[in-house]
């Protein structure tokens, strides 16, 4: 353990250390992304400023420090590759993962499956037997492979030389996915899939695109009645309840929290410290040792309150706005990823906390916010493709 230890901690200084060297050398390019955006700088400046009125001035320090570092290499990574480049490089990040969670997962199940190793904590025997792979539980599993997926489907579609591996990754996250028990993830994923038509009709002109989307969301608010009609039924065959396994309930000891401390919040990282800090009150009502809000939205009025909160919709609005404008005017099939991504984090964070907390997701977002900035791209020079996969232009 010592060993890991060291080596954490290397790289918690070394990662940052060449991110500042790599925006040096490619600072001309930084410069020109971070100029053209202004309201995520606000609610980035507000989450730091936090500091000043949080519960817990150390955790929150600690928490600014960690934003920091994923800000920074977003901005490079978003200033340095081409939103083709970041798939590519993002699908074989997740395949590492996914192969990875298969080997601890099959033959280290001790610490790849929930329940088998030395944790006798009351979460890991509620799901014994799921896996989690390389990651700390099954549900951050689900979520991160669900992303993976989407991702492996949207690299290099149907080139020849590639699509058979496209589909093993594919398969081998659906997969993963199942092993997971993430009921909720699995959902996701066949409702991103299935709104890639629903992303492809934009670009359509207006006396098509408007008929066909009013025919979906007509779809879709029958599926949503059908659904609250018979939430019970549905959600017992999935193994849950009404109470969404006790997250109503959670939400509802999470909202008197809120309403104590409603413009500004706790501090970015100030409530949720366990037994020691404004959280104790929740976990002794809940019985058991709650991580999070178990939504992403009530978690960002825990650390950051009503304004910030508005800073974060207003900064997803305008970003979702930029992804809606490269998807109908670029003509490649990655200009689907930007609206993908947000859809799924929106949707993602209706039961799990991913914005600030998780520091991979916050990194996406980052990236692509400012990804959407690189308007450049989509005037650049196209050759001619016949390869096409569902209207859009593929290598």
């Given at each position: ?67 920091i570092?994923v ?40 610490y ?21 792979g ?7 599993m ?35 996915i ?38 979906i ?13 018979n939430?019970?039924?549905?959600l ?118 991913s ?41």
């Open positions: 353990m010592g060993g890991i230890g060291a080596i954490e901690k290397l790289l918690y200084y070394l990662i940052p250390f060449l991110t500042i060297i790599f925006i040096v050398i490619y600072w001309r390019s930084v410069v020109t992304l971070i100029v053209k955006e202004k309201i995520y700088w606000l609610l980035v400046g507000f989450a730091l400023l936090s500091i000043a009125w949080s519960s817990a001035p150390g955790e929150t320090f600690k928490s600014d420090i960690n934003l570092r800000i920074l290499f977003g901005i490079f990574f978003a200033a340095r590759y081409r939103l083709r480049e970041q798939i590519h490089l993002l699908a074989l990040t997740f395949g590492v993962a996914i192969l990875c969670s298969f080997v601890f997962g099959g033959l280290f199940p001790k790849g499956v929930m329940g088998m190793g030395l944790e006798v904590d009351q979460e890991n025997l509620n799901h014994a037997g799921s896996w989690r390389i990651f700390t539980h099954k549900n951050a689900g979520r991160f492979i669900t992303l993976g997926t989407l991702i492996f489907f949207l690299t290099s579609p149907y080139r020849k030389n590639k699509q058979s591996l496209k589909w093993l990754a594919v398969a081998s996250g659906i997969l993963l199942l092993l997971s028990t993430s009921k909720s993830s699995l959902i996701i994923l066949a409702t991103l899939i299935a709104l890639i038509p629903l992303f492809r009709a934009l670009r359509w002109n207006y006396s098509k695109s408007i008929p066909f989307i009013m025919t969301l007509f779809s879709l608010g029958s599926i949503i009645t059908l659904f609250l009609d939430a019970e039924l549905i017992s065959s999935m193994g849950k309840d009404m109470t969404l396994t006790g997250r109503t309930d959670l939400w509802s000891e999470v909202l008197i929290s809120i309403g104590e401390k409603p413009w500004f919040g706790y501090g970015l990282g100030g409530f949720w410290r366990g037994l020691k800090g404004e959280s104790e009150v929740i976990i002794k009502v809940m019985q058991w040792e709650v991580p999070h809000s178990h939504n992403g939205f009530l978690d960002i009025l825990l650390d950051l309150g009503i304004v910030g909160l508005i800073l974060f919709v207003i900064s997803f609005t305008a970003t979702y706005l930029r992804a809606m404008f490269h998807l109908r005017h670029g003509d490649r099939f990655e200009y689907i990823f930007p609206s993908l991504f947000l859809t799924f984090l929106l949707m993602a964070n209706l039961t799990e906390s914005f600030f907390r998780q520091g991979f997701m916050m990194l996406l977002f980052t990236v692509v916010t400012f990804s959407t900035h690189r308007i450049q791209d989509l005037k650049e020079s196209i050759p001619p493709s016949r390869n096409v996969f569902w209207g859009f232009k593929v290598e």
